[in-house]
């Protein structure tokens, strides 16, 4: 076990001093050299807190580009199934029936993108599901429509749907 003599110090550590042995003096400037040295360790610990906390922002928007890279790709084939059937489905309107739906799908498409990369940002969702989300939403919608088309059959039957009603 090491003597006494051999035990050095840091300059940090915190010495016992009896304040009755003290002059009013020496008293103060104790006081002083303490509430120094606190405000020292809590600034320190705030500025290791402010970094700690800068990581973590980071990392959560490498996590949000990251995922939004690859579901924006993803989207793409979604969104083709999407509008490749309704081209062959819509028959009545022309050009301009499949292009309006397709163009109100697309909107919410990009509405749900933005949601759900506003509610991953502020940590309301993983940033995988924020990403993600838009295209689990439209992918039944796609597989629907491709079944749709393959079968020849229309989305909706209006004279089926009129006929219910009679």
């Given at each position: 076990m090491?003597?006494?003599?051999?035990?050095?110090?840091?300059?940090?550590?915190?010495r016992i001093f009896d304040i009755n042995d003290m002059t009013s003096e020496e008293e103060k400037k104790s006081y002083v050299h303490l509430k120094t040295t606190l405000r020292t360790k809590i600034n320190s610990t705030e500025?290791?807190?402010?970094?700690k906390e800068s990581r973590y922002k980071a990392l959560r928007k490498f996590e949000i580009e990251f995922h939004r890279k690859f579901s924006l790709s993803?989207?793409?084939?979604?969104?083709?199934?999407i509008g490749a059937p309704l081209g062959a489905i819509v028959k009545k309107g022309g050009f301009g029936a499949p292009v309006v739906i397709a163009a109100l799908l697309f909107m919410i498409y990009f509405v749900l993108i933005s949601l759900g990369d506003g509610m991953a940002q502020k940590e309301v969702i993983s940033p995988f599901f924020g990403m993600w989300g838009p295209n689990f939403v439209l992918a039944p919608f796609a597989i629907f429509l491709m079944i749709s088309a393959a079968n020849?059959?229309?989305?909706?039957?209006?004279?089926?749907f009129i006929s219910r009603f009679k």
């Open positions: 090491p003597s006494d003599d051999k035990v050095k110090l840091r300059e940090d550590t915190v500025r290791q807190i402010g970094i993803f989207s793409i084939i979604i969104l083709f199934f020849d059959k229309s989305v909706v039957d209006l004279n089926k």
